[in-house]
């Protein structure tokens, strides 16, 4: 099932935004879910994720961590990506998928996502 994530725009360095993911179809608190990005010219990568079995446990890329946080909105049946202190680097295409695999303590594209509609995120310096 893809994901679609939204909520993405144009932000000066030092700014804030806050995507969410949805899925009309499925009940995300059921699902483990993370969030990557692609930045123009690299690789997806991932940023941060949310694991179910381990009761929600949140697990950040080193990039991020620290500035980003994810957390459910089960109201809205969303995952929700806040994003402070955004810096130029930050830039790029974000996505969510079902997945969350770690490795050494950090998420990672474990290649076998399912990727919908991604949001664009630029920061400005």
């Known amino acids: 099932v893809q994901l679609q994530a939204s909520g993405g725009g144009l932000v000066h360095s030092g700014g804030s935004l806050r995507l969410s993911c949805a899925a009309p179809e499925l009940t995300l608190e059921d699902y483990s879910i993370s969030w990557f990005r692609q930045a123009p010219g690299k690789e997806r990568e991932a940023v941060s994720c949310i694991s179910l079995p381990e009761g929600d446990r949140t697990y950040y890329s080193d990039s991020v961590v620290g500035r980003f946080t994810v957390s459910r909105d089960k109201s809205q049946n969303t995952l929700v990506l806040q994003m402070n202190s955004l810096k130029p680097e930050d830039t790029g295409v974000y996505y969510c998928?079902?997945?969350?695999?770690?490795?050494?303590?950090?998420?990672?594209?474990?290649?076998?996502?399912?990727w919908g509609r991604g949001t664009l995120v630029t920061v400005s310096s």
């Open positions: 998928a079902t997945s969350c695999v770690i490795v050494r303590g950090r998420p990672i594209v474990a290649g076998h996502e399912t």
